[in-house]
């Protein structure tokens, strides 16, 4: 993967790879927020892929995340919410699979701030809430919860939003 920048002016960046460029305005959107932006993006990417994969269909699929960060330079996250709202045809059991699958193997994303990072999750599905600030299973999340394994449901897909 071959990501290139170059400044254009006024804190204006444009931001090429082999198919397409987007302009990044650092006044009006940092750095930090396009990333973060971007974990969502690869978190909404694989469940809707996991979804329609399994043959269901997604209606709604909202993400937003609320973070933390150090005072002190280097200001890394210490702590990020993820805060799914879905509506699918699917049961809530499943649509939890598809985030926890997102979250805690597939996008690539997340997993670089897994290691430093606690990450929480809540999931509202079809207007019910599934989880309630939750914690992944591994990295600095501090989590207790045992989730079961869910590799079945993504026979080695990858993360699905590079793959594409």
């Not at 469940?47 to 994969?53: E, G, P, Q, R, S």
């Not at 200001?75 to 799914?84: A, M, P």
């Not at 999340?141 to 939003?161: N, V």
């Amino acid at each position: 993967m071959k990501i290139k920048t170059r400044y254009i002016d006024e804190m204006k960046f444009e931001i090429t790879n082999n198919k397409t460029a987007m302009i990044i305005n650092a006044k009006e959107m940092s750095p930090v927020e396009v990333f973060t932006g971007a974990m969502i993006t690869c978190s909404g990417v694989d469940v809707v892929h996991l979804a329609t994969k399994q043959g269901y269909e997604i209606k709604k699929c909202e993400i937003e995340a609320d973070s933390i960060r150090k005072e002190s330079y280097p200001q890394t996250f210490k702590e990020v919410t993820f805060i799914y709202d879905i509506e699918s045809n699917a049961d809530d059991v499943v649509a939890k699979r598809w985030v926890l699958s997102s979250l805690e193997t597939y996008c690539s994303a997340i997993n670089n701030i897994r290691n430093t990072a606690k990450i929480y999750y809540t999931i509202k599905h079809n207007s019910n809430v599934v989880a309630y600030k939750e914690t992944i299973l591994s990295g600095n999340s501090g989590g207790g919860h045992q989730h079961e394994s869910f590799d079945d449901d993504l026979e080695g897909m990858g993360c699905a939003c590079c793959n594409h």
